[in-house]
């Protein structure tokens, strides 16, 4: 019994490091840029909000809440990330021009927002079906929200109803941010 729960221990380190590594080892573009940056590379060993976002939905407004998370965590190792979607009633129509305009303009959105991606069915990006996977669910809407520990692997889930200042999101941001760069 000893030998199997020592292999499974084992197992599972051999295998956690690859599919943290998988999760963000992709590259995308900044919103309106042409260079993509690597995930993993810009964002190592920080704790990430991933959230797909969208400029005509009841949660838009949300945009100012995960604004002040971003500022008020971002010397922790802390960043929240955009990604406009228009899988949802097709709520965010706009080319990434007029996003990033509206974005900063009406919501002084600062926190880095990347390329219009697809979050939901076969056609999702392969970072969002990596989210999913780890996350246990895929977005049912705008302003999904993923945390993602400093290892690179998902913590909590948190649906579009969960607010930027909902208690269970900043109790689970400041226990991600407790733990150790690794």
Same mark, same amino acid.
């Given at each position: 019994?000893?030998?199997?729960?020592?292999?499974?221990?084992?197992?599972?380190?051999?295998?956690?490091?690859?599919?943290?590594a998988?999760l963000l080892d992709?590259?995308?573009?900044?919103?309106?840029?042409r %260079? *993509?940056?690597n /995930?993993q590379?810009r964002? $190592?060993? =920080?704790?990430?909000?991933?959230v797909n976002?969208a400029?005509?939905?009841?949660?838009?407004?949300q945009y100012?809440?995960?604004?002040?998370?971003?500022?008020?965590?971002?010397?922790?190792g802390?960043?929240?990330?955009?990604?406009?979607?228009n899988?949802f009633l097709g709520q965010e129509?706009?080319?990434?021009e007029?996003?990033?305009?509206?974005?900063?303009l009406?919501?002084?959105?600062?926190f880095?927002?990347?390329?219009?991606?697809?979050?939901?069915?076969e %056609? *999702?990006h392969? /970072?969002?079906r990596e989210? $999913?996977? =780890?996350?246990?669910?895929?977005?049912g809407?705008n302003?999904h929200?993923?945390?993602v520990?400093?290892?690179?692997r998902?913590r909590?889930?948190?649906?579009?109803?969960?607010?930027?200042d909902d208690?269970?999101?900043?109790e689970?941001?400041e226990?991600?941010l407790?733990?150790p760069?690794?």
């Amino acid at each position: 019994m000893r030998r199997l729960v020592l292999v499974l221990v084992l197992f599972v380190a051999a295998v956690a490091p690859s599919s943290a590594a998988k999760l963000l080892d992709v590259s995308l573009r900044p919103l309106a840029q042409r %260079d *993509a940056v690597n /995930l993993q590379e810009r964002f $190592a060993g =920080q704790v990430l909000l991933i959230v797909n976002t969208a400029s005509k939905c009841g949660f838009t407004p949300q945009y100012e809440g995960l604004e002040a998370l971003h500022q008020r965590h971002a010397e922790r190792g802390f960043a929240v990330l955009g990604f406009p979607s228009n899988d949802f009633l097709g709520q965010e129509p706009g080319t990434e021009e007029e996003i990033q305009a509206f974005c900063t303009l009406t919501y002084g959105v600062g926190f880095p927002m990347f390329e219009k991606v697809q979050v939901k069915g076969e %056609d *999702a990006h392969p /970072l969002y079906r990596e989210l $999913a996977r =780890q996350g246990g669910e895929a977005p049912g809407w705008n302003f999904h929200k993923y945390l993602v520990g400093r290892d690179g692997r998902v913590r909590a889930s948190f649906g579009s109803r969960v607010r930027p200042d909902d208690r269970s999101l900043a109790e689970a941001i400041e226990a991600a941010l407790a733990e150790p760069v690794r």
